[in-house]
């Protein structure tokens, strides 16, 4: 079957840096992507992985190793209105997205 | 600005009573998907267009229906909503399905709540 895990809950403090981790088992890959999304909203894009590497973009960034099917969202410089939950999805050989349940981040001042 | 657009936003219903869901979108994209999420819980796909072509998810029930009348347009049909169809139903849409430019963008939801 094809899974995505990543961490249910995590807790950090306001002005710090955090990382929320994403491994996957998919029948084939064509990309990953980060999601944000605040509680009672849809989710909003953050961004996109196809090679492996670092993709910075602003206070946010992505890391991809295909090879461990693993990825990373780094948050820096946490602010209160980051607390959301970021979904982590992968496109499979077929182009259909699987996502993950999300970890819902919790900023405290 | 171009947008995915979802009415409405807040829909009662009431067990049994069939209710439609709507979402337009002013980026003139190829596809577009409907995605049922409940609580804590990742978005599930139920099915999605490609253009006219309809994919229908194996595991989606009979009793979600779609219709996408033209390129702007997609409507959810739920012909008899149960309890457990209680959720928040998301439009997306994307350029393509098979590449770097397929980006699914999101409405803001039809939250549905069943009585």
């Known amino acids: 079957g094809q899974n995505i895990d990543q961490p249910t809950e995590m807790t950090a403090t306001e002005g710090a840096i955090v990382q929320i981790n994403c491994t996957y088992q998919?029948?084939?890959?064509?990309?990953l992507f980060w999601y944000q999304q605040h509680a009672g909203e849809a989710p909003t894009f953050l961004s996109y992985?196809?090679l492996d590497g670092l993709e910075e973009k602003g206070r946010f960034s992505s890391f991809l190793s295909r090879s461990k099917g693993y990825s990373y969202l780094l948050l820096k410089e946490l602010q209160m209105k980051d607390s959301a939950s970021y979904l982590c999805?992968?496109?499979?050989?077929?182009?259909?997205?699987?996502w993950g349940a999300g970890t819902k981040l919790i900023i405290k001042p | 600005d171009a947008m995915v657009i979802q009415n409405p936003r807040y829909q009662v219903t009431q067990f049994g009573k069939p209710v439609t869901l709507s979402c337009s979108q002013t980026?003139?994209?190829?596809?577009m998907y409907w995605y049922q999420q409940k609580s804590s819980q990742a978005p599930k796909l139920l099915f999605h267009?490609?253009?006219?072509?309809?994919?229908n998810e194996a595991d989606t029930p009979d009793n979600f229906q779609s219709r996408r009348p033209n390129t702007s347009f997609c409507f959810l049909d739920i012909r008899s909503p149960g309890l457990g169809d209680a959720a928040m139903y998301l439009c997306?849409?994307?350029?393509?399905?098979?590449?770097?430019?397929?980006?699914?963008?999101f409405g803001p939801g039809t939250r549905l709540t069943v009585l």
């Open positions: 997306a849409t994307s350029r393509d399905q098979d590449g770097s430019t397929d980006t699914q963008y």
């Open positions: 980026l003139n994209h190829n596809v």
């Open positions: 267009y490609y253009d006219k072509d309809f994919n």
């Open positions: 998919t029948s084939g890959f064509n990309g």
């Open positions: 992985n196809v």
């Open positions: 999805a992968v496109y499979d050989s077929n182009y259909q997205l699987i």
